[in-house]
């Protein structure tokens, strides 16, 4: 059975920094095309990063480029979001999800609908 646990959420100033942790049991990050997602109140589920095992690369919305980084332990079976220099326009829930693909599809960012595992998601908060 899959289960994706998501933490480090919380409430922030404008510019600070949070890392979100996504832990995972029954399924290897490694493996498998994951990422994480967002969604805003009243806004539908977006992705922020995708992460690629075909060949470790990262796909990043534009809204995130140069702040967010995703990054992987294997040896915890983690995946993580680091969210640098945040704005209040990041406030939303965030979670990560899992597909069943071992390369992540075409050469976007792809939609919700691909990824069969969610975790129950984590709340970021960004006071300006």
């Known amino acids: 059975q899959v289960q994706l646990v998501e933490s480090g959420g919380g409430s922030v100033q404008a510019g600070e920094s949070l890392r979100l942790s996504c832990v995972g049991s029954?399924?290897?990050?490694?493996?498998?095309?994951v990422g994480w997602f967002r969604q805003a109140p009243g806004k539908e589920r977006e992705a922020v990063v995708l992460?690629?095992?075909?060949?470790?690369?990262?796909r990043y919305a534009d809204s995130v480029k140069g702040r967010f980084t995703i990054s992987k332990d294997s040896t915890k079976n983690t995946l993580y979001l680091q969210m640098d220099s945040l704005k209040s326009e990041d406030t939303a829930w965030y979670f990560c999800?899992?597909?069943?693909?071992?390369?992540?599809?075409?050469?976007?960012?792809?939609?919700?609908?691909?990824?069969?595992?969610w975790g129950q998601g984590t709340q970021v908060t960004v006071s300006s």
């Open positions: 999800a899992a597909s069943g693909f071992f390369q992540c599809p075409g050469h976007g960012l792809g939609s919700p609908s691909l990824f069969s595992f």
């Open positions: 029954g399924f290897t990050f490694v493996n498998y095309c």
């Open positions: 992460a690629d095992p075909r060949d470790g690369s990262s």
